[in-house]
C-alpha cells in the first residue's frame, strides 16, 4: 500500500501533463481542510484513512491538506479524479456543494462528504455524531466549575457548532440549571492566536473550564493550564499535552465507518445515504477523565452514559428552550436527525450569537 502525502497548495497548482489516469475502486482521495497533523479534526479524519490502510488490502490512499472551503477544493478533487482516485472522501463541512456540482461531470466517481444533508446519484454523506459525548462532558463540567460559568471557543456559526454548544449547555445545566456558557467565535477552524487569547480572556473573566471545537485544541489545552483552568478536548484525546487542566472530552473514530463505505463500494452494493453513527454505535469516544475529576463524578457521568447508550435518555428530548425563551423542543417530543443536522438556535443560557 503507497501513501502519498501532498501538499493542497501545490497540487492545485500543478497542470497534469500527461493523460487522465484510468479509475481505480482501490485509489482513494482524502481532502482536508487543514493540516493532517493539528491534534484535532483533520487528524481525526487522518487516523480513519490510515485505518483503512491497515484494514483493506491494495488499496493507495492520496491525503490533501490545506484546501480551503472553496472553488479550490473542486479543482483539487478533479486532479485526484484525474490521476485515477475513483472514492473521494471530501471531510470538511464547506465542500459538500462542490463535490455535487463535480458528481454530475464524473458520475463513476463515488464522492463521501463529512455530514450535510444533500446526496445525489453518486454523493453520500457520513457522519459521528459527538452531541451525546459533549453532552456527557457538559455534566463533567457542570460538576467540576466552581462559578458555574463555562466557555467554549468555536470556528463558525453552522449547525455542527450549534449542536455541540447546546449538548455541552444541557449536559452542564443538568446537574447546575444555573450555569451559563459563553461563546467566542474565532472566525476560522485554525486561529491558535485568537483561540489563546479567547482562554485568557475567559480566565480573567472567571470562566473556570471550557470547551472547544476548533482544528487547533493544543493551543488552548496548554493556555487553559497555564492560566488553572479545565478543559473539555474534542476530535482528538490531547490529554497528555495539558494532563492538569483535563476534565474529559469526545473524540471520534472514522476509521470504521470509512471501511463500511469502501467495501460496499468494492462489493457494488453501495447506494448514497446519510450513514450515521454515534457514541453508542463507536464512531464516538467519551475520552478519559483527568485526575482533576472526582471519582464520584465520573460514576455520575458514566452512569449517564449507560442511560444514552442503553436508549433510555435522549439529550435532545423536551422541554429545551431557546436563548430568547422561546421553545425550541416541547415536552414528550424530541428532535430528529434532520432537525438537529440543520440546528440555528442556541439554548438558554448561551451568552452568544448565532450570526
Do not use: C
Request: cysteine-free; charged content about 20%.
Amino acid at each position: 500500500m503507497t501513501l502519498k502525502h501532498l501538499l493542497g497548495a501545490a497540487l492545485a497548482a500543478t497542470a497534469l501533463i500527461a493523460l487522465p489516469a484510468a479509475a481505480d475502486d482501490n485509489k482513494i482521495g482524502f481532502i482536508y481542510v487543514g493540516p493532517a497533523a493539528d491534534y484535532g479534526y483533520n487528524m481525526s479524519m487522518d487516523l480513519g484513512r490510515l485505518y483503512l490502510e491497515e484494514k483493506l488490502d491494495g488499496i493507495e490512499t492520496t491525503a490533501i491538506e490545506n484546501i480551503p472551503e472553496s472553488a479550490e477544493v473542486e479543482q483539487v478533487m478533479e486532479r485526484l479524479i484525474n490521476s485515477g482516485h475513483s472514492i473521494i472522501f471530501a471531510t470538511s463541512y464547506g465542500y459538500l456543494d462542490y463535490a455535487i456540482s463535480l458528481g454530475e461531470k464524473y458520475p463513476d466517481v463515488k464522492f463521501l462528504h463529512a455530514g450535510g444533508l444533500k446526496t445525489s446519484d453518486n454523493v453520500g454523506t457520513y457522519w459521528a455524531d459527538s452531541d451525546d459525548g459533549m453532552y456527557l462532558a457538559g455534566v463533567a463540567a457542570g460538576e467540576k466549575s466552581e462559578t458555574g460559568k463555562l466557555g467554549f471557543i468555536g470556528a463558525f456559526q453552522i449547525p455542527q457548532l450549534f449542536r455541540s454548544i447546546n449538548a455541552f449547555t444541557l449536559g452542564a445545566q443538568s446537574v447546575n440549571p444555573d450555569a451559563t456558557v459563553t461563546v467566542v467565535w474565532t472566525g476560522g477552524w485554525w486561529e491558535p492566536q485568537k483561540e489563546a487569547d479567547a482562554v485568557n480572556a475567559f480566565a480573567d473573566e472567571g470562566i473556570d473550564v471550557i470547551a472547544e471545537q476548533v482544528d487547533s485544541p493544543i493551543t488552548i489545552a496548554q493556555t487553559a493550564e497555564k492560566r488553572g483552568i479545565h478543559i473539555i478536548g474534542k476530535d482528538v484525546n490531547v490529554m497528555d499535552r495539558a494532563p492538569a487542566a483535563w476534565l474529559t472530552g469526545v473524540s471520534w473514530n472514522w476509521g470504521p465507518m470509512m471501511e463500511q463505505l469502501v467495501t460496499e463500494i468494492h462489493a457494488g452494493t453501495w447506494t448514497p445515504s446519510h450513514l450515521r453513527s454515534d457514541l453508542a454505535g463507536g464512531a464516538a469516544v467519551l475520552d478519559p477523565f483527568g485526575d482533576a475529576v472526582p471519582a464520584e463524578v465520573q460514576a455520575a457521568v458514566l452512569a449517564k452514559k449507560d442511560e444514552i447508550v442503553g436508549g433510555s435518555f435522549d439529550i435532545w428530548s423536551g422541554p429545551i428552550v431557546k436563548q430568547d425563551g422561546s421553545e425550541a423542543v416541547a415536552s414528550g417530543s424530541a428532535l430528529d436527525m434532520t432537525a438537529i443536522e440543520s440546528m440555528d438556535f442556541l439554548v438558554q443560557g448561551v451568552i452568544g450569537s448565532t450570526n
